[in-house]
């Protein structure tokens, strides 16, 4: 199983070779969150306080990946992507590009410029061919137990009574 130092150091490789351009006044922190069925990841500020004056972004990496059945480039697309809201000023201290986080492509066309679209691409493929089966792994149904319904009259009681 994966831990946060291995989440560090896919942060600090991308920082260091893709993003080191992009100012960063203030801390980026990752850490693993917990498991979710929908999110891969999230960036938000951490709430300001007497002693943290510049507080940082926390970007959180969904659960699940902790698992090394899930391909290290996932983790990389996910952690590239909140990387370009930090980029685009969410969740960041840099002046806001755009007025919403996912408008009109703005994530790919990032992606691309910072020569990481091939993670985009990986990321989109590989959700499409197993996300589905992984979820299925991950969050097993526990059968529902059908109640039986409740007899109005007493032929039905009998015949519930009776049934084999
Ligand atoms: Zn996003």
């Given at each position: 199983m994966r831990e946060n130092d291995f989440l560090q150091e896919r942060l600090d490789v991308l920082l260091k070779n893709?993003?080191?351009d992009v100012e960063r006044p203030n801390e980026i922190k990752i850490a693993f969150g917990r498991r979710a069925k929908r999110r891969f990841g999230s960036i938000k500020m951490d709430r300001p306080t007497l002693l943290k004056k510049n507080p940082a972004s926390i970007i959180t990496i969904n659960g699940?990946?902790?698992?090394?059945?899930?391909?290290a480039q996932i983790i990389e697309a996910t952690i590239a992507h909140e990387l370009c809201h930090y980029a685009h000023g969410f969740s960041s201290?840099?002046?806001?590009?755009?007025?919403?986080?996912?408008?009109?492509g703005v994530i790919k066309r990032e992606m691309k410029k910072r020569d990481l679209v091939f993670l985009y691409d990986y990321e989109q493929l590989w959700t499409k061919q197993n996300w589905v089966k992984i979820l299925g792994e991950s969050f097993p149904q526990t059968r529902r137990v059908r109640r039986r319904k409740q007899p109005k009259t007493l032929s039905q009681l009998l015949a519930q009574l009776l049934k084999p």
């Open positions: 893709n993003f080191a699940l990946f902790r698992d090394e059945k899930i391909p201290p840099l002046p806001k590009k755009y007025e919403k986080p996912h408008q009109g």
